[in-house]
């Protein structure tokens, strides 16, 4: 197993400082992202080098609009999230911390690719098209330790490393990564901390801090999932591209449609023209507004 980071003692327990939700995790248990596990009084993080997603994906899937437009990325996804999306569009990954519930949790849920062994076949696809890796699908951030690990490595050959994430971290953790990422798209889901409350078992001025604390070290997108009835009024996207544009109005921002998935398949996706509706009022805060049908 491999030993976590940011994490302390206290007493049998162990209290992880990784994200905002700062678990006191008991002897064998996990926190809430099912991957970070109390074994023995040390904190482990037991999906390190376990893959189930690997492909080689357009950037504009992540999606970024202005990170080398017409490139493909190696982009891989762990298991496990911090969050608890209710419309998790990756749900089967990302809400999945027992891939084999008998015995061993963590037995049988894939081989373990080494930091070394993604960055080869990273430099293997160059001749696809490929320029880095991208820890993508599901929550990466909850798997930081692979990410420190495999980016300089990665650089050192020449690669790029983009994080497609949620933004739930805490700062000293964000500090540490945000040297060895080249961008970020991350997830601003709503502009309102009842949404990150009710509906992803979060809370939105985490994600704030670190969407401003990496637009100055990085390339930063940010990604909403536009959901009828939950965040598409148009106070809201006025008020969320108002506040991008507080640190940047060039800042892209997509806004995509949700579809129907995990415990949210009664809400319809967001009709076409209502979404282009509320790209016209982002675009009077910011200079590049996706509007994406795939997420
Ligand atoms: S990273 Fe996981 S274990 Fe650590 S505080 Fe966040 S949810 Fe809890």
């Known amino acids: 197993m491999h030993k976590a980071l940011f994490w302390e003692k206290e007493g049998q327990s162990v209290r992880c400082r990784l994200c905002p939700h700062q678990c006191l995790v008991p002897d064998g248990s996990s926190g809430i992202c099912r991957v970070r596990h109390n074994h023995e009084g040390e904190l482990y993080a037991r999906s390190w080098g376990i893959l189930p997603a690997l492909a080689l994906d357009p950037v504009e899937k992540k999606p970024f609009a202005r990170f080398h437009p017409g490139a493909f990325i190696l982009s891989a996804g762990f298991y496990g999230c911090n969050m608890r999306c209710l419309f998790c569009q990756n749900w089967s990954i990302s809400q999945s911390g027992s891939p084999s519930p008998d015995g061993d949790p963590w037995s049988g849920a894939g081989d373990i690719v080494s930091p070394e062994a993604l960055v080869r076949t990273a430099l293997d696809m160059k001749k696809h098209g490929n320029i880095g890796i ?73 994600v704030l ?87």
């Open 134 to 206: 991208a820890f993508t699908y599901s929550e990466p951030l909850v798997n930081i330790e692979f990410i420190l690990e495999t980016a300089p490595l990665a650089r050192k050959e020449g690669l790029l490393v983009a994080v497609v994430t949620n933004g739930y971290i805490n700062e000293d953790a964000l500090s540490v990564l945000l040297p060895h990422v080249d961008a970020f798209n991350i997830d601003l889901k709503a502009f309102s901390e009842s949404f990150y409350r009710d509906l992803c078992g979060a809370s939105l001025s985490p």
């Open 209 to 295: 801090q670190t969407i401003t604390a990496a637009h100055s070290r990085a390339h930063v997108e940010l990604t909403t999932l536009v959901i009828p009835g939950h965040n598409d009024s148009e106070d809201e996207i006025d008020a969320l591209s108002s506040w991008i544009a507080s640190l940047s109005a060039d800042i892209p921002l997509h806004l995509n449609r949700h579809h129907p998935d995990y415990r949210m398949t009664d809400v319809p996706p967001v009709e076409l023209d209502r979404l282009a509706a509320l790209a016209r009022i982002a675009r009077t805060h910011l200079s590049c507004v996706h509007n994406g049908n795939i997420n």
